[in-house]
């Protein structure tokens, strides 16, 4: 019930009470760890997650937060954690699920391989846990394995055999499979899943024959609810931008926002599109306009925050925004990255460079690389800097924001 709640520390503050007569109960140490969590007091959500498993040892609910609790601190104790209760608790799939996307959020691929061979041995054909290791697999860029899986789950009784033609095809494109991936996104013709196909089904031809056909494509789907349409509208925008027509994108999304005023999925990308043409009078008007639709859309704090300080104007401002945007959501590491970026402008750098640790630790994006190594950069560590960039690069060649930070550098 308190978890829209925005002031996470007066949450806190309730929990605690509400959960002092009851000392002996396992959940009222670990709803107050999640709580203390939210609010940013690690040193107590440990405490009372520890609380927690001396009342219920082996409780994977408790491990998994005390395990998401120390990865904020450092990836290493949380897989040293994970690790440790597995040893105690081998059967334990949902924290060895949780280590496994750790390991692969880390690119320790090779690490996370056995886990996924131990979880589909211990599933016994169970659909479900053959579907995550599938997308576990396809996260670490191991396609053929991710098919596999998939596929034997087409074997099962899954009964959304359509989620995993979405998931088949989007295999098939990584691939770089396109006419093997458009026969799975073809299979789905009715239910939730169609509209999916369809933007699936775009992106293929977008590379294959053009945005505009894609585009027309899209223009020709029917009986549409407004959500949907938005959804469309959205993908067509990215199309464009994909093809650095990023007017075209900007004017449709312009046309889009007169259309249907209080999507906040297109206000939002309307102000992305304006950020990418300069026109920050437009970034500004309509973030503060999503804000006051929406006061819990965290990325529009951030984004307003980040182009503020990105543009190296209101840093007060930027920083009060970026501060509220983390307090609606605390783990996430393009938000912890934008913190960086105001602290940067402000001219401390210390700070910076923790933040920046934090959200890389978390993330490795490339965008996030380009940021921590311009401000090692400025701090004299420039191998450490060179060093970071380099690896993100062989990684990511084409994205724009590291090339832009190669050329400054002149790496």
Do not use: C
Not at 69 to 78: E, W
Not at 239 to 260: C, I, S, W
Not at 367 to 395: M, P, S, T, Y
Request: charged share 25%; aromatic share 10%; hydrophobic share 40%.
């Amino acid at each position: 019930l308190f978890a829209r709640q925005k002031d996470k520390k007066a949450v806190l503050k309730l929990v605690r009470e509400l959960a002092k007569p009851y000392p002996d109960l396992p959940e009222a140490h670990f709803t107050t760890a999640h709580a203390a969590w939210a609010a940013g007091n690690d040193k107590l959500a440990i405490s009372e997650a520890n609380a927690a498993d001396l009342l219920r040892p082996g409780w994977e609910l408790n491990a998994i937060l005390q395990g998401q609790v120390l990865f904020g601190q450092s990836p290493d104790a949380a897989l040293a954690f994970y690790r440790n209760f597995l040893s105690q608790y081998p059967e334990a799939n949902e924290v060895r699920l949780n280590l496994a996307r750790t390991l692969v959020n880390q690119k320790r691929f090779s690490e996370a391989k056995p886990e996924f061979v131990h979880l589909t041995q211990a599933s016994k054909g169970n659909p479900t846990i053959l579907v995550v290791v599938g997308l576990l697999s396809f996260q670490a860029g191991d396609y053929t394995e991710a098919e596999q899986y998939f596929q034997q789950v087409l074997i099962t009784d899954f009964k959304d055999k359509d989620q995993i033609y979405l998931y088949l095809g989007q295999v098939a494109e990584k691939q770089k499979e396109d006419d093997r991936a458009l026969v799975w996104y073809n299979k789905i013709q009715a239910g939730e899943r169609y509209l999916d196909a369809k933007l699936g089904i775009a992106y293929v031809v977008s590379r294959t024959q053009g945005a505009d056909s894609a585009i027309k494509m899209l223009d020709d789907l029917a009986d549409l609810t407004s959500d949907q349409l938005a959804l469309v509208v959205q993908t067509q925008a990215n199309l464009l931008t994909q093809a650095k027509r990023h007017q075209e994108a900007y004017e449709l999304l312009d046309k889009a926002v007169k259309n249907l005023p209080s999507m906040p999925g297109i206000i939002y990308d309307y102000a992305m599109a304006a950020e990418k043409l300069g026109h920050l009078d437009v970034v500004e008007r309509e973030l503060r306009k999503l804000i006051q639709i929406k006061p819990d859309f965290a990325q529009a704090y951030n984004a307003l925050g980040y182009s503020l300080a990105d543009h190296n104007i209101k840093l007060e401002e930027a920083h009060t925004l970026i501060e509220k945007a983390l307090a609606l959501s605390p783990n996430d590491h393009f938000i912890l990255d934008s913190m960086k970026w105001v602290q940067y402008r402000r001219g401390k750098l210390d700070k910076a460079i923790d933040y920046l640790r934090r959200a890389y630790n978390k993330q490795t994006d490339p965008e996030i690389a380009a940021h921590l190594g311009e401000v090692l950069w400025q701090q004299g560590k420039r191998d450490e800097a060179l060093q970071i960039w380099e690896d993100a690069l062989r990684d990511h060649p084409e994205n724009e924001v590291l090339q832009s930070t190669s050329r400054k550098f002149k790496l």
